[in-house]
């Protein structure tokens, strides 16, 4: 006996092999949509952070602060003019 497909069953067997990668194609998408949505959250956190972390480094190297910080608790003053060298 021979092995004779029926080109009948050709059809749903093409049909069943498209729609079981449409179906495949689709999971990515979603699952690529949740991956995107994830990034791009997260991205948005980096971003905040960074402008959080700008502000408190402005903060911190503000002149005032730090010549508050180098009189009181490091005993430093400005120079006398005996003290400054000039090249």
Do not use: C, F
Request: proline share 7%.
């Amino acid at each position: 006996m021979t092995a004779y497909v029926k080109p009948w069953l050709l059809v749903p067997a093409a049909a069943g092999v498209l729609a079981a990668g449409q179906i495949w194609m689709s999971h990515l998408r979603y699952e690529l949509s949740l991956e995107s949505q994830q990034v791009n959250k997260e991205q948005q956190e980096t971003l905040k952070q960074a402008s959080t972390l700008r502000l408190e480094l402005a903060s911190l190297t503000r002149p005032e602060r730090l010549r508050k910080i180098a009189q009181e608790e490091l005993d430093m003053a400005p120079p006398k003019p005996m003290q400054v060298v000039h090249q």
